[in-house]
């Protein structure tokens, strides 16, 4: 099955700076790469996702890049503010069905 | 649009008791969905998939006989887990595919249960 690595596990940054969160995947045939959100007992959020007929996409704050030869892709957002703190999952689309493999996810702190 | 809503949102139970978590799209038909448990502080595992009308495919190491899954309508798949053990204790989140060839999942809030 698909293997997305996620890393870093933990992430802090100050309020107003820049975070980024870099996942890597394992099958080539993946196709579909979102990002959730996920806050304490809540369900994951979809915060942006990326096709890989694409190499970037954005979305005010948050953009996504795709690199599909070194199979990685990473979660940029700008300008960091308290309420962006939450657990970030990267995931991607494993074989040719639906099923979704989960990074590990990242706790993203920033500090105000 | 695309709402999935899960019920009981937490459940308490006693060993070797069985616990049924629904989940249902609330405004849309949703020909697979599925069943997701997260431990505490760790990622999202995929336990299996939910067709409607068919059995459900498990993931390796997922036992079919102790987690029950049940489709019977394009806006309810239920989950079950039986003879339930502490170990079982997790928070148990359904997703569903709105509209196939789109690969989004939307997500339900999610079950925690607690086996004592």
């Known amino acids: 099955g698909e293997n997305v690595e996620q890393h870093p596990s933990t992430l802090s940054v100050q309020e107003g700076d820049s975070a980024v969160i870099k996942c890597t995947y394992s099958d080539s045939a993946s196709n579909y790469f979102p990002w959730y959100k996920q806050e304490l007992g809540k369900r994951p959020q979809l915060i942006i996702d990326?096709?890989?007929?694409?190499g970037e996409k954005k979305d005010q704050r948050i953009a996504v890049t795709l690199n599909k030869t070194a199979k990685h892709f990473s979660l940029h957002i700008t300008e960091t503010q308290p309420e962006d703190s939450a657990v970030y999952f990267c995931a991607a689309i494993w074989s040719n069905d639906y099923k979704l493999s989960f990074g590990a996810g990242t706790t993203v702190t920033v500090r105000a | 649009g695309a709402v999935v809503s899960q019920h009981p949102s937490r459940v308490i139970c006693k060993s070797g008791t069985s616990v049924k978590i629904e989940c249902r799209s609330l405004d849309f038909q949703a020909t697979t969905m599925f069943w997701y448990r997260q431990f505490p502080k760790q990622s999202l595992m995929l336990m299996a998939t939910?067709?409607?009308?068919?059995?459900?495919?498990?993931e390796q190491g997922v036992e079919k006989d102790k987690f029950l899954i049940n489709h019977a309508s394009l806006t309810l798949s239920t989950l079950t887990v039986t003879s339930a053990h502490p170990e079982d204790s997790s928070f148990y989140i359904c997703s569903a595919i709105a509209e196939p060839p789109s690969r989004e999942q939307y997500f339900g809030p999610g079950t925690r249960l607690t086996v004592t």
């Open positions: 939910s067709n409607e009308g068919s059995k459900a495919t498990y």
């Open positions: 990326i096709r890989s007929n694409v």
